[in-house]
């Protein structure tokens, strides 16, 4: 606080007191799946817009828990602090574009970008630590997402496989994350804040590392924007100014701008550098924004007389016959859409729908590629909870559809078997018309086939887990 003290001045009393109140409460609809006017009809908490600059991101101001509601697990909306939303806003993925995160996990910026591209095109989205790509599957499942590419691999590797292919290619950078101290301060377990100015040091020079190699990634005309959850400039236009200085074939675009939308502070780096491009950089500050602070640059790359690199497509092998005829036998049974055959990959007894816009990706670490279907096994197919949140109940044959405060949901979610009529076979369990998750009816009653590392454990009306 001495230190930002020493860098904000007079603003820094305004700034120290935004810490006494708690931190905002963001959710972002999932327009995948229903926009976010349909929502605020729908939903059970108090919401405020978050602002012009997010059409289909809100502020919860009743206390509620999002994320201990039905919807969530159907995949509606992602909880997101509000001044990350403006990242996801500022890339605007268009689509049918190549699109890369290159640090995306936990994923609530790629879920960002994937409602942006509405299925068309590609996104990639990496982490270089697997568990916490694995994490990003998960929240892209939930997402309902099929058009993504999920990698665990160094950026390097990427650059090496890919080359400058993309048209957006961001990097939300690791920080030492200044602007999560508000989040720490009021969490009901308070971990500790690791913080020293080693530290900035350190993550500056391990983002620039990450920055230069994102360089190699974007085709000419391309952009790429580079984030960071945290105040310090050593990490924010430091990063920038040296990037420019040794890539000059990009130069700092100045976004679209709204209210709480600050400048870069050039003069934090030098105080005699009165460097104009840096101010086109975008600085969320807590004591401005509804959010706990971000800093945000655009870059295009703009020698476009140099032809984009040849995007290299993946290469398909089909499923065999066997195969073939056990998924279009559940097919023919449980859907009521089609899925082109042709995009069909079987891996390791796995059916997976690759995305219009697959690359190939060599020796890359993948952990998943496009929409996993399900498994195969000997004379059956026992379809994935990815493709139950990829579907609307009306493209099953078979679906069964509760209110969201009912029995049956309370039940489902905890995996509990539920008495239902009707025909036999899988089926959509529904909450007020969205996919939750997948069931079987046998002689009237539906097995369970909700994930069971998903399940909520207890009534979840009662807003806690047994």
């Known amino acids: 606080m001495a230190r930002m003290a020493g860098l904000l001045g007079e603003e820094f009393a305004q700034f120290a007191r935004s810490y006494e109140a708690a931190p905002a409460v963001g959710l972002r609809v999932n327009t995948l799946k229903l926009s976010a006017a349909d929502f605020s009809t729908l939903s059970p908490f108090a919401l405020k817009a978050v602002g012009p600059h997010e059409p289909d991101g809100f502020l919860v101001t009743d206390g509620s828990k999002p994320g201990s509601h039905p919807y969530h697990a159907a995949g509606l909306y992602y909880l997101q602090e509000p001044s990350a939303m403006v990242v996801g806003g500022i890339v605007a993925?268009?689509?049918?574009?190549?699109?890369?995160?290159?640090?995306?996990?936990?994923?609530?910026?790629?879920?960002?970008?994937?409602?942006?591209?509405q299925g068309r095109g590609l996104l990639v989205a990496n982490d270089i630590h697997t568990g916490r790509a694995r994490l990003l599957a998960e929240n892209m499942t939930r997402w309902g997402a099929a058009n993504i590419l999920i990698t665990s691999a160094e950026p390097e590797h990427l650059a090496a496989q890919f080359g400058p292919i993309f048209d957006r290619v961001l990097v939300d950078a690791p920080c030492s994350g200044e602007g999560m101290l508000r989040k720490l301060l009021f969490a009901d377990k308070q971990g500790p804040f690791e913080w020293s100015e080693g530290m900035v040091l350190a993550c500056a020079r391990r983002q620039t590392a990450v920055l230069h190699t994102a360089a190699g990634l974007v085709k000419p005309g391309g952009r790429l924007v580079y984030a960071t959850c945290t105040f310090a400039p050593e990490e924010n236009e430091a990063v920038i100014a040296q990037f420019l200085g040794e890539f000059p074939q990009f130069e700092l675009v100045d976004p679209p701008r709204f209210d709480g939308?600050?400048?870069?502070?050039?003069?934090?780096?030098?105080?005699?550098?009165?460097?104009?491009?840096?101010?086109?950089?975008?600085?969320?500050?807590?004591?401005?924004?509804p959010g706990e602070g971000h800093f945000i640059a655009v870059m295009q790359r703009t020698d476009e007389e140099k032809p984009a690199a040849a995007v290299r497509a993946a290469v398909l092998t089909p499923p065999?016959?066997?195969?073939?005829?056990?998924?279009?036998?559940?097919?023919?049974?449980?859907?009521?859409?089609?899925?082109?055959?042709?995009?069909?990959?079987?891996?390791?007894?796995?059916?997976?729908?690759?995305?219009?816009?697959?690359?190939?990706?060599?020796?890359?670490?993948?952990?998943?590629?496009?929409?996993?279907?399900?498994?195969?096994?000997?004379?059956?197919?026992?379809?994935d909870h990815a493709l139950a949140l990829a579907l609307k109940p009306e493209e099953a044959a078979l679906s069964a559809n509760f209110a969201a405060d009912s029995d049956e949901i309370a039940a489902y979610w905890q995996g509990l078997d539920l008495p239902s009529a009707g025909p036999d076979g899988w089926l959509l369990v529904a909450v007020d018309g969205f996919v939750l998750g997948w069931g079987k009816r046998v002689n009237g009653r539906v097995k369970n086939h909700y994930p069971r590392g998903l399940r909520w454990n207890g009534d979840w009306r009662l807003g806690r887990e047994a």
């Not at 859907?335 to 796995?350: D, K, M, Q, S």
Request: proline share 6%.
């Open 261 to 289: 939308f600050g400048r870069g502070r050039p003069s934090w780096i030098d105080p005699a550098l009165a460097d104009e491009a840096l101010e086109k950089c975008v600085r969320l500050w807590p004591h401005q924004f």
């Open 320 to 383: 065999g016959k066997k195969e073939l005829a056990i998924w279009r036998g559940f097919a023919r049974e449980a859907l009521r859409v089609e899925l082109a055959e042709e995009r069909l990959l079987l891996a390791n007894g796995r059916l997976y729908l690759l995305p219009e816009a697959a690359l190939a990706t060599g020796k890359l670490h993948l952990i998943r590629y496009g929409l996993l279907l399900g498994e195969l096994g000997k004379g059956h197919f026992r379809p």
């Open 93 to 117: 993925a268009q689509p049918g574009e190549l699109v890369l995160d290159l640090a995306a996990a936990p994923g609530g910026k790629a879920t960002h970008l994937a409602a942006q591209m």
